[in-house]
């Protein structure tokens, strides 16, 4: 199977910055893409970024301009780099893949616990 598991959240000022990482790890054949979702409190999870193998982006227009997603593929890690913080972007931050795990013949999307962003106004 396929573990994701984030770092970097935290409490920031408006208008701070923050870079959140997610490594994966396990039996993992293959990961196709890899990404960002977050959850505000009462709230459906909604796409933050996201970037594929080859380094092809999406981003929400609600963040396009203020992040920055990128990846190492050797070192299967995603990084979210946020700046321009504001409090509307205050929510559980979720790292995304879509991976074959090793003995797997399909790939299938995979989800980290995720970490808390809170931006302070």
């Known amino acids: 199977q396929v573990q994701l598991v984030e770092s970097g959240g935290g409490l920031v000022q408006a208008g701070g910055s923050l870079r959140l990482s997610c490594v994966a790890s396990?039996?993992?054949?293959?990961?196709?893409?890899m990404g960002w979702y977050r959850q505000a409190p009462g709230k459906q999870r909604e796409l933050v970024a996201t970037i594929t193998s080859g380094g092809n982006t999406n981003y929400a227009d609600s963040v396009k301009g203020r992040s920055t997603i990128s990846r190492d593929n050797a070192k299967k890690v995603v990084y979210l780099q946020m700046n321009s913080l504001k409090a509307e972007d205050t929510a559980a931050y979720y790292c995304?893949?879509?991976?074959?795990?090793?003995?797997?013949?399909?790939?299938?999307?995979?989800w980290g616990q995720g970490t808390q962003v809170t931006v302070s106004s």
């Open positions: 396990g039996s993992i054949f293959s990961i196709n893409a």
């Open positions: 995304w893949c879509i991976a074959q795990a090793m003995g797997v013949m399909i790939f299938r999307s995979y």
